[in-house]
């Protein structure tokens, strides 16, 4: 299982911090996976970390956002900053073993949260 918290509302320009825990497995063997969905768009997967602890972002917020990763707390984050209103949508972390590029639709991952809203308001 996998939880998200820390979404929420903002003005452009602001940020928020997203986690993500997860439970009944260890998340370090798992690639971590951030991905969104806003109404009526395909999900976009913006951003995945490595079991190494590399990190890799989607054009749309690169230079914005931040993942890392705590296996010690199971936990996946998802730093945002420099908000935009095109950032709306819902938030969702992801985990699996395969490695996927960030082009394209994001696939359906092995495990996936219930998802976080963000808003960004102009």
């Not at 370090?28 to 890799?56: D, M």
């Not at 705590?70 to 095109?86: G, I």
């Not at 969702?92 to 092995?110: E, K, R």
Request: some cysteine; glycine content about 12%.
């Amino acid at each position: 299982q996998l939880v998200e918290s820390g979404g929420g509302s903002v003005e452009t320009g602001g940020s928020l911090h997203l986690s993500c825990v997860a439970s009944g497995y260890a998340l370090s063997a798992y690639y971590g996976y951030w991905f969104r969905q806003a109404p009526g768009a395909e999900r976009e997967a913006v951003a995945f970390i490595t079991r190494g602890g590399r990190s890799h972002y989607a054009d749309s917020v690169q230079g914005r956002f931040a993942v890392s990763r705590d296996n010690a707390k199971n936990t996946l984050y998802l730093q945002m900053d420099n908000l935009k209103p095109e950032d709306t949508a819902m938030y969702y972390c992801a985990a699996d073993t395969q490695g996927y590029a960030l082009s394209g639709t994001a696939p359906h991952y092995a495990h996936s949260g219930q998802g976080v809203q963000v808003t960004v308001s102009s």
